[in-house]
């Protein structure tokens, strides 16, 4: 039997990376008594981890000592495992409860529209906090537990859709300023939200055992998580979570009764419509290489900000992650899209990298290193108009 569209992950210590550095030993532990029975050079364990990943994007790394530094429940226990996408580190029994607010529907005038997000965030904030009480449970530890500490998980997606509808590049500090102002917006406005749910039914049962206890009252012992938004991004007709788009246009495999599809990113042609841009010569670049990079007639200030995954330097998607991370009380799903080409020196570099950058996990793929991959770039011997 084979695992197909699972992530894998393997959980890493501080301890770990550090024998990684120092070319240390690493003991191999029974699961069933906690004794050593082995011991390997941390290194060879590490470098074998690469190498996987590189070729088949498998296993990322989750970070344990990274998720129980910001462990909103300590009283507990620690924090041994998170959901299969990363976005939300969870004690035994525990569930996930998700949203996400469309930001490309934040826009006025091609301006932020902060009070519409905070109408928005309280909304969330209060609907996903109801879902708690009215969900029916199948199994009485899941229920109580949930119950117990109502962790909810409040996020966004159409960050790309939105940095080009505001035309900044995503592989810039201007992007990442703008992240950071942003994602520390939704964490005040959330915890405000919950704050006040709290005065009005009351805070969650466990919240002596959190670190808000007892200064300040909360409903929830968390509020924000960015999920990979796979689904509902479609449905919503916006681009997945933060991620920058794969490509600005692409086919969609494996889904819906295994069917393909194909698509155009529609903020993307919108302003090639409006820059006069659009027409046969832009369309068949595009369904030959989801990208308009090579197109020398276009000025280079207006591709930039349509730049796809691959094109984008590992170091701003990892700049994003931390901008976003640095205010999810949760954790945040993002994957790294790989070009073909990539070596796996390069993944060594992005693995180490997210660690001392004090991420919670990290998640590579590189291009074509599945045979199967469900987001593929449209190329012009595909029969079907992108």
């Not at 011991?39 to 074998?48: G, Q, R």
Request: hydrophobic share 40%.
């Amino acid at each position: 039997a084979t695992l197909q569209n699972f992530n894998i992950s393997v959980g890493i210590t501080d301890d770990f990376m550090r024998r990684v550095e120092t070319d240390a030993l690493w003991e191999l532990k029974s699961p069933k008594t906690g004794k050593a029975v082995a011991s390997l050079k941390a290194i060879d364990i590490w470098e074998k981890i690469l190498e996987c990943a590189w070729a088949t994007g498998d296993p990322g790394l989750v970070f344990l000592d990274a998720i129980n530094r910001q462990n909103t429940l300590p009283g507990l226990g620690a924090i041994e495992s998170t959901n299969p996408c990363g976005e939300v580190p969870l004690l035994d029994f525990e569930s996930c409860n998700l949203g996400s607010i469309n930001l490309s529907k934040m826009l006025v005038n091609k301006t932020l529209d902060w009070r519409k997000l905070s109408q928005t965030v309280q909304t969330g904030i209060r609907f996903l906090d109801n879902v708690i009480s009215t969900n029916h449970y199948i199994l009485s530890d899941v229920r109580d537990t949930t119950l117990q500490n109502r962790k909810i998980g409040l996020g966004l997606m159409g960050w790309a859709d939105l940095l080009m509808l505001l035309e900044i590049p995503y592989a810039s500090m201007e992007a990442i300023a703008l992240a950071k102002k942003l994602m520390k917006f939704v964490k005040t406005e959330s915890y405000k939200a919950s704050a006040l749910i709290a005065l009005e039914k009351g805070v969650f049962p466990s919240w002596d055992k959190s670190v808000f206890f007892p200064n300040k009252k909360m409903r929830n012992a968390t509020c924000n998580s960015i999920a990979p938004t796979g689904t509902i991004s479609v449905l919503a007709n916006t681009s997945y979570s933060i991620e920058p788009l794969y490509a600005l246009a692409y086919k969609r495999d494996g889904i819906l009764g295994n069917k393909t599809q194909f698509e155009v990113n529609g903020v993307f042609k919108h302003k090639m419509e409006q820059l006069g841009f659009w027409g046969e010569t832009l369309q068949e670049a595009i369904k030959a290489e989801g990208s308009i990079q090579t197109l020398t007639h276009i000025p280079k200030s207006i591709r930039r900000i349509f730049e796809t995954s691959h094109e984008i330097p590992w170091k701003y998607h990892l700049l994003h992650q931390k901008a976003f991370q640095d205010f999810t009380d949760n954790a945040v799903s993002k994957t790294i899209n790989l070009p073909a080409s990539t070596r796996v020196d390069e993944v060594r570099e992005i693995y180490m990298e997210a660690w001392k950058l004090g991420l919670k996990g990290v998640t590579i793929y590189r291009d074509g290193s599945k045979a199967k991959q469900v987001l593929q770039r449209c190329n012009a011997n595909v029969a079907g108009v992108c």
